[in-house]
Structure formats: structure tokens, C-alpha cells
């Protein structure tokens, strides 16, 4: 393995997940000729983290009602915008002939999962539409640890919708979005759970002169002060400060009808509220799916959903899991012997993510002269991981090669440092940007590389593999779906893309992902067992800070604040065992328990 970069965890963690260590300095927005600000990420092929909505038209709303029942929205791809950046002027016809309606996607619940039936409905107007949908992908990746889901545009709503599901999830990234006045009335009318995300309450509002009455609260005006902390259940979870998109601030008028759940707190320190609820009703300033990193305010979300999806008596279950990252064919049998003896003492059980062929096919580890050889020929380290199965370790596929065959991607061509199932390079700020699927990209390729790798594991006489993680946590819409067919379970983080919901083309340019707290089912149909704290990497690489165990103990510490919540880290054998002694011990003095990844997927 190749000592000289600390490249693995780097990768691993940032370069798949909005909810990862940055990939690049940033996002930023910048005005176009619409007159919009528009969101943009700093890496040229997405991959980074999900972006927030442009900032606000105007920091107060005008409480009206935009939607008919007659007159439906204009859909992005028919919308003429104006400076002002509103869709006028498109008859309903025009739109129809122009745009196919996006049809409804379900999906099934996670192991374990409630019976909750979830609507989440998202925008679809505009140039951002694509967002709406994204911000719809996390949200249903979510609801399905509680139960089953189906995801929607909100334009396409019909009266009586709603009495299909036990709940509604409604995510307003797009401002003045004309919500269908059915939809405004079965919120206002019903007795299930509603939540509702940032922007288009006053929609809500205007169709209710009795909303605030009623309530106990209603919409001030968008608050622009930067804020990089949202305090919840008494931790303190990070934002991102450079989010521009502004937090709704409510005016309470009786806090007898309306509880403030989490508060956003301001650089000078004051606060206001960031998460309310009224009788059924959850309302959040803002869409906490942007610019997520390990500790931040996505957490919160993460547990109100307990409540608000039918499970708020859920068990107060605490688990953590290790997995160890990137063993191979040129692995050194001692150093994972080593960490074998090290959890087995503790009595922890461990995953061990495996590549079965080493290639450099450019020399660059071997002065020149490339190298390729399988697990096969290497019986000494055959032996090691046989030695770590029996210590309580399961082997999970961690692709076939970790490369792709003579590319550099990004790094230098060699197993454990490249990407397999993704294209990828290294800008000139020393940062990791997407480009898109590799070349052949298929079903077919994907399941030739399965097929290969699961041939090692039974020639190795390892168990069969019945865990896949993506080499980097990245592969295209297809491999996710081909990964699926064939087994069905991961074990990492995803990207996820436009184009997955509505059925549209799927647009690579736009990769984002996602961590998750414990175990969902996603988009793809493919239950995942979660890792969300990350890894310990001493040096900072890529433009990524170093992580030490003092980091990833802090993020366990937060992760408390979830309900049935995980603490779930990736460790690289070459590191040695201190850091790992040192992270399992602040792990289990937060109140986790190690589990099996079997444990997560069993419910």
C-alpha cells in the first residue's frame, strides 16, 4: 500500500458526500442574467456538498396564494423567467406539451422500519427544479428507516392526497412556488403530521386568515446573519456560515400552542428559532440537507423525524460499528493481524472492506515497473484475513480493483488510491472534482468486476461477500443500480443525482450524497448500513482538515442527540493501533456498543 499519501480516508469520506469533508474550497452564488442568484459548487462536476436554494427575492414574502385548482404550475423546462426570475405566461397546455409530468416513486421500508407511509412532496419549477428534486432524494432516504414512502412534485397534488399516507414530508426550495390550493387546504384541514421546509409557508398562512391564530406562530422574514450553530437537545451542532440562503425567522404569539425544538444561534450570539412545532405541524427555517458536514444541523432533522413520522417511543439504542478500510492483495499480514488482536480483545466485532487484485499499472509504487497480481498469489495475507474472520471480522466487497485500468483517477493509477466506478482528477487548487461515469460504464462491467472479485474470495477460501462498498463512495446511477441486483446491501454513503425521482435523465454533473444516522433503505432500493464519523487521517490532504480520534469521538458525542442513532467510523490498518485503541474507547464512553453490520441490517 502506498504510504507516501494518506490519500484513502481523504477520498473515502469527502469526495462522495455533501455530508463529507468538503471536496472543494466551497460553493458559492453568483447572480446570472436571470436576475437569480444562482447556487454553484467550486468543483466542476458536483460531487461536493449539496447546495442551498438562492438567497431569498425578498426577505419578507408577500402572504398570497400563487397556485389554483385550475391553473397548474409551469414545470422547469416550459417556465419563461423574468428579472424578477417568475414563470409567467405558459398556458397549462404549452407546459403539458413541453414537459412530462414526473409520475410518483415509492419506496419500501428499511429492516426494522415502522409503518409509517410518508408523502414527500418537493418544487419542480424552474431553473433549480433539480434541487427540489435532490433535496426529495434525502428526505425519502430518511423517512424509510421509519416506513414505507412515495415522492412527488408538489404541482401534481389532487384534494384528498393526503389520506393515503400517515404523514407529509413538503420541501420548499423554491420561492413562490404556486402550491396547489387542494394542497394548502388538506394541510390546514388535517390532523396528520406535517412537515414543512423553508420557503412558501406564507402560502400556508394566506389560505388560513386563522393561521396564526390557530397556530400559535406564523413567518416573519427571512434572517440573512450568519449562523454556524443550531443547538439541539442541549448539543451544539454546526452549520455551514457561508450558506447564504437565509433561515425563516417565526413571530410566536402563544407558546402555549407552539414549541420551539431547536434554535439557530447568530455570531454575536443571539438566537432565534430554527425548528417549531404546533399541534401536527413541524415547521424548519431552512432545508437542512445544504452544506452538511459530519456534526451539523442535518442531525437534528434526522431526530424530529422520530417524532413526526409515528415513532416517538422508539428505543434509546446506541450502537457504533468499525469497519477497516482498504485491505488488499498488497496488504502487510501483520499490520491486519494486528488490529485483529486489538478488537478481538475488546470483544468488538469489525467489518473488513476488501479489494481482491492489486494493479499499478504504471509503476508508480514500484519505480517504473507495473505490477498486477490477485489475492490468490499473495497466501500470506490470505492467511491474515482468515485470521481476522476468525476473530470476529466479516469480509465486505470493496469493488475489484480500486482502479480502473490504466487511468489516473485522480491520483496515480494504483489499488486503494484510485477510484473504480467513477472518473475523477485533481484540479490546480488540489482538489478532488467529479467528472462523470468511467469509460464502459454498464451493468455488464459492473457485474464482470463482482463476479471477478467474488471468484477470489471463494479460490481464497474467505467467505462469499454479501456486503458491497464503493471503492470512494462513488459509482454512477447504474453501477448503484447494478450493486443493488446483486446484493442488495452496502456499507458506505451514496451520490445521488437528478433524474433518479423523476424519472428523467440522469444527470451525472449534479452528483451529491449523503451520510446517514442509521439504517435507511434509499432511492436505489438498497438497504444501507450507515457511516457517518468519518476516519481518522492525521494530515490534512485535498484541501481536508486532518481528523484526529479526539474528532471523530466529538462527532459520537453529537450523533447522541438521535434517537436509536449510530457512531459509525472506518479505520486504515496501516495507521497502527493507538489511534484505533484511543477511538473505540471514546466511542464506548459515550454509551455506544460495537455491532455486527448485520446487526444494523436486521432492523
Not at 493509477?413 to 477510484?419: E, I, L, Q, R, V
Request: charged residues 20%; aromatic residues 10%.
Amino acid at each position: 500500500m502506498n504510504r507516501t499519501k494518506l490519500t484513502r480516508g481523504a477520498v473515502v469520506v469527502a469526495t462522495a458526500l455533501s455530508f463529507a469533508l468538503t471536496i472543494a474550497a466551497g460553493l458559492a452564488i453568483v447572480t446570472t442574467g436571470t436576475g437569480m442568484l444562482e447556487p454553484t459548487t467550486t468543483t466542476a462536476q458536483g460531487g461536493g456538498k449539496l447546495p442551498a436554494p438562492p438567497t431569498p427575492l425578498k426577505l419578507r414574502p408577500v402572504q398570497q396564494i400563487l397556485g389554483s385548482t385550475d391553473t397548474p404550475a409551469v414545470p422547469a423546462a416550459a417556465a419563461k423567467t423574468t428579472a424578477a426570475g417568475t414563470a409567467k405566461g405558459v398556458t397549462a397546455a404549452a407546459a403539458a406539451a413541453a414537459t412530462p409530468t414526473a409520475k410518483p416513486r415509492s419506496g419500501a421500508a428499511a429492516p426494522g422500519g415502522g409503518t409509517a407511509k410518508t408523502l414527500v412532496l418537493y418544487d419542480s419549477t424552474g431553473p433549480f427544479a433539480w434541487l427540489g428534486e435532490v433535496y426529495a432524494i434525502q428526505a425519502a432516504n430518511l423517512a424509510s428507516h421509519f416506513g414505507a414512502w412515495t415522492a412527488a412534485p408538489v404541482t401534481g397534488y389532487k384534494a384528498g392526497d393526503i389520506n393515503a399516507y400517515s404523514a407529509v414530508v413538503y420541501v420548499g426550495s423554491t420561492y413562490d412556488e404556486p402550491l396547489p390550493v387542494a394542497f394548502l387546504d388538506d394541510v390546514n384541514a388535517t390532523s396528520k403530521s406535517v412537515t414543512w421546509m423553508y420557503d412558501n409557508i406564507w402560502q400556508l398562512a394566506a389560505r388560513d386568515p386563522q393561521f396564526a391564530a390557530k397556530r400559535g406562530f406564523t413567518y416573519s422574514q427571512f434572517d440573512l446573519a450568519k449562523v454556524a450553530r443550531v443547538d439541539y437537545k442541549g448539543k451544539e451542532l454546526t452549520r455551514d456560515a457561508r450558506n447564504a440562503a437565509g433561515i425563516m425567522d417565526v413571530n410566536i404569539s402563544d407558546a402555549a400552542k407552539t414549541k420551539v425544538l431547536a434554535e439557530a444561534v447568530r455570531e454575536d450570539g443571539s438566537r432565534f428559532p430554527w425548528a417549531v412545532r404546533s399541534g401536527n405541524l413541524t415547521y424548519l427555517g431552512e432545508i437542512p440537507f445544504s452544506y452538511v458536514t459530519h456534526d451539523d444541523r442535518y442531525l437534528a432533522y434526522a431526530d424530529l423525524l422520530f417524532d413526526t413520522l409515528g415513532a416517538p417511543s422508539a428505543a434509546e439504542r446506541k450502537r457504533a460499528l468499525v469497519r477497516i478500510e482498504d485491505a488488499g492483495p498488497d496488504s502487510d499480514p501483520a499490520e491486519l493481524r494486528a488490529i485483529a488482536d486489538t478488537l478481538y480483545a475488546k470483544k468488538i466485532p469489525f467489518s473488513v472492506a476488501l479489494y481482491t487484485r492489486y494493479r499499478d499499472p504504471l509503476g508508480k509504487q514500484n519505480n517504473g515497473k507495473a505490477q498486477d497480481y490477485s489475492l490468490l498469489q499473495r497466501p500470506e495475507v490470505i492467511k491474515a484475513l482468515k485470521y481476522m474472520e476468525a476473530r470476529g471480522g466479516t469480509m465486505i466487497m470493496h469493488g475489484y480493483t480500486h482502479q480502473n485500468g490504466s487511468l489516473i483517477n485522480p491520483y496515480d493509477g494504483t489499488s486503494g488510491n484510485d477510484f473504480e466506478f467513477y472518473r475523477a482528477h485533481v484540479d490546480a487548487n488540489d482538489s478532488v472534482i467529479y467528472d462523470g461515469p468511467v469509460p464502459g460504464d454498464s451493468a455488464a462491467m459492473v457485474t464482470g468486476r463482482v463476479v471477478s472479485a467474488q471468484l477470489q474470495f471463494a479460490l481464497s477460501g474467505l467467505k462469499p461477500a454479501t456486503i458491497f462498498e464503493f471503492p470512494h463512495y462513488a459509482g454512477s446511477a447504474v453501477d448503484y443500480q447494478t450493486i443493488h441486483s446483486l446484493f442488495g446491501k452496502r456499507y458506505d454513503r451514496t451520490l445521488y443525482f437528478p433524474g433518479l425521482l423523476s424519472g428523467g435523465t440522469v444527470d451525472h454533473s449534479r452528483a451529491t450524497g449523503q451520510y446517514f444516522p442509521y439504517t435507511v433503505r434509499d432511492v436505489y432500493g438498497t438497504v444501507i448500513v450507515p457511516e457517518n464519523i468519518g476516519n481518522v487521517e492525521p494530515e490534512a490532504f485535498n484541501n481536508h482538515a486532518a481528523r484526529l480520534p479526539s474528532d471523530l469521538i466529538a462527532s459520537a458525542d453529537r450523533n447522541l442527540v438521535i434517537r436509536d442513532g449510530v457512531a459509525s467510523f472506518f479505520y486504515h490498518p496501516y495507521l497502527g493501533t493507538k489511534y484505533l485503541d484511543e477511538v473505540v474507547a471514546g466511542v464506548q464512553g459515550k454509551g455506544y456498543s460495537f455491532v455486527t453490520a448485520q446487526t444494523m441490517l436486521n432492523g
